[in-house]
């Protein structure tokens, strides 16, 4: 498999991202700020600094973790 098309892997929990038949629902969003601040699902967060899975995405931003 080519370095540019590996599975984002979150840096917290090591869960691959999932976007097929099957997988986490909310793993085809992206992360949006807006999301945090209406309270909706946090989607998958990807930047510079790594990879975040929509569940520790909302523990980090909520201040569970």
């Known amino acids: 498999m ?3 098309m590996k599975v984002p892997t979150c840096g917290v ?3 691959e991202r999932t976007l097929g038949e099957g ?4 793993d085809a969003y992206d992360y949006n700020a807006i999301q ?3 309270g909706k699902p946090m ?3 990807s930047g510079d600094d790594g990879e975040v899975c929509p569940e520790d ?3 980090l931003v909520r ?3």
């Open 2 to 4: 080519a370095e540019d």
């Open 13 to 15: 929990c090591r869960r």
């Open 23 to 26: 997988g986490h629902p909310m």
């Open 36 to 38: 945090a601040i209406t």
């Open 43 to 45: 989607g998958w967060y």
């Open 57 to 59: 995405m909302e523990k």
């Open 63 to 65: 201040g569970q973790q």
